[in-house]
Structures are given as C-alpha cells and as structure tokens.
C-alpha cells in the first residue's frame, strides 16, 4: 500500500528565515506531486504540482519554490519566510499522468505541517 | 459565483443520527466528485469519490451526484463520535491538475 510522509509535523520560524519541507511518497513509482496550503477560512490551494523528477510547475506567484530531486521526494523551500506564508502545508500525491481521468484526478494526502511565522 | 460552495456548519447530531452534506457547484465541466473527512490538525483523508450521477454506498456512507442540478451530497448513517470532524468536497475533471474543494463542514456528533 502507498503511504506519504511529511515533515516536520510542526515548524516556528521567524520573519525573514529560510524553509525547507519535505515530502516522501512509498509504495508507488513515478507519481504526481502537489503541494497544498490550507489557511483557515480559506479551504485549500494548489501552490505546486510535479509530474516527474524536476518537472515543477507553480499554480500561484508567491515567495515559495518546489524541488523533486527525486522520483517520490517534494521539497518546499522558502528564502526568507512572510507572515502570510503561515498556515497548513499538505503535499498530495496521485496515479502519474495527465488530468481528466479518476485515477489521476483522485489525489491522497499527506499528515500536513503547520507552520507558524512570526 | 464561487465555483464551490459548501456549508461551513458547524452542524452537531446526536449520536445515532443520519447527516447529510452537501456541496453545489457551478462548472459543468467538472467530471469527478471526491469527499475527504480532516481530522483537527490532520491532513484530508479520502473517503468516496464518484464521477457519475447516481449514489454510491461504502458502509454506513453514500455519496450522491446530481450533474443536471450540479448538486453532490454524503450520507452518513449511524452517526458515530469518530465521524466528527470537517468534510470536504473536492471536483476534478475540468482538465486541471488542482481539485477544487469546498470550504468544508464542521461536523460534530454527540454521544
């Protein structure tokens, strides 16, 4: 069975420092990726999705970037955190290929990281 | 418009009650509906999904799609303490890599 690991579960840092988190996926070969942030009131939004080693494609403009240095690892990065970017940082993993099928289309969550920036 | 438009609750049933959830939508081209259950501080759980009109039943949940009313809905029978938390809707198919999801109902049975 396909299980999908994050972390750190919990993460405080200040205004201005760098972010690093991390996504492993087991049990699968080759799968779609994505990034989440879900804020509260807001619901959840796509910030990155991947579909192969260093193939990443940003859904918003913001100060956050993803890396896939390998085939089931996501990374989130950050250079210098914003107060904006606290929040629930889920990664997602589906079936490899484009959308518009239910495989694909059908995605499985992470546990999440919250992130706190003050 | 909001292309989702889900309910934020909370609702609270007692034990032993039927929920019903409910999510519209206004994309026709949405193909595929999912339902999600998120724990307090836990990430979204795959419950159901379905991609046609009619109900699905898995155990004491059914899901049901309504494209001509763009009306999707989850049935819980039997309510118990563990189904308390928020459920989520989620849409695919419209040729996006994003699921479009709800904003989530609260849910909260009491024993």
């Known amino acids: 069975s396909q299980t999908i690991h994050q972390w750190p579960a919990t993460l405080v840092q200040p205004v201005g420092s760098p972010l690093s988190l991390e996504c492993t996926v087991e049990?699968?070969?080759?799968?779609?990726l994505y990034w989440y942030r879900q804020a509260a009131g807001r619901g959840l939004q796509l910030l990155f999705y991947?579909?192969?080693?260093?193939?990443i494609s940003s859904e918003v403009p913001q100060n956050l970037s993803a890396s896939r240095p390998q085939d089931r690892q996501f990374i989130l990065s950050s250079k210098k955190l914003l107060l904006s970017d606290s929040g629930f940082y889920l990664c997602?993993?589906?079936?490899?290929?484009?959308?518009?099928?239910?495989?694909?289309?059908?995605?499985?969550f992470g546990p999440g990281t919250r992130l706190t920036v003050l | 418009q909001k292309e989702v438009e889900q309910d934020p609750g909370p609702l609270s049933v007692p034990e032993g009650a039927i929920v019903s959830l409910n999510c519209t939508y206004s994309?026709?081209?949405?193909?595929?509906f999912m339902w999600y259950r998120q724990y307090s501080r836990k990430g979204p759980e795959l419950l159901m999904y379905?991609?046609?009109?009619g109900n699905k039943e898995d155990g004491r949940f059914t899901a049901q799609v309504d494209k001509s009313s763009k009306y999707i809905s989850l049935f819980i029978r039997d309510s118990q303490p563990s189904d308390s938390a928020t459920y989520l809707c989620?849409?695919?198919?419209?040729?996006?890599?994003?699921?479009?999801f709800g904003k989530g109902t609260k849910l909260s049975v009491i024993p």
């Open positions: 379905t991609y046609s009109s």
């Open positions: 049990g699968t070969s080759n799968p779609n």
């Open positions: 989620a849409m695919a198919g419209a040729g996006s890599y994003q699921l479009t």
């Open positions: 991947s579909v192969g080693i260093g193939q």
């Open positions: 994309n026709s081209a949405f193909q595929y």
């Open positions: 997602a993993w589906s079936v490899w290929g484009p959308p518009g099928t239910p495989s694909t289309d059908t995605q499985y």
